[in-house]
């Protein structure tokens, strides 16, 4: 898997038509991953730390972003991106209730996350 890669929360409705519009959007020139796939799990404990589901990221070559802070970032490699993989398959494992817009929405404007990689980090992005 090469980057970038966006991460979401896959067990929320809301979350996962939000996923399912950027994958249509980019056409499939981004990988995009649930934080609680086998995949997400592995990206978060290599990169990022265990509260990280609290908002969707987008991880780079060197760094990735969280929350708001990834607006950008998003949408710069929706645009340039190549290679990626599509939205990967994320299981049957959404909640029952979804989400609320507003809270999701709050959550997206209040928190924002950035984390820059070390160099022994470079083979996490090595198939």
């Given at each position: 898997m090469k980057p970038p890669v966006m991460l979401y929360d896959d067990r929320c409705r809301l979350c996962l038509g939000f996923?399912?519009?950027?994958?249509r959007l980019a056409?499939?020139?981004?990988?995009?991953?649930g934080?609680?796939?086998?995949?997400?799990?592995r990206l978060r404990a290599s990169v990022l730390y265990p509260e990280a589901t609290e908002m969707f990221w987008v991880l780079?070559?060197?760094e990735a972003h969280g929350g708001r802070a990834a607006l950008l970032p998003l949408l710069h490699h929706m645009v340039t991106a190549r290679g990626g993989m599509g939205m990967l398959p994320a299981g049957d494992a959404c909640a029952d209730e979804g989400c609320d817009v507003f809270v999701r929405s709050a959550s997206l404007i209040k928190n924002s996350g950035h984390v820059e990689y070390g160099p022994g980090r470079?083979?996490?992005w090595h198939d």
């Open positions: 996923a399912r519009a950027v994958n056409r499939g020139r981004l990988t995009i991953v934080h609680y796939t086998e995949e997400g799990r780079g070559e060197r470079a083979a996490l």
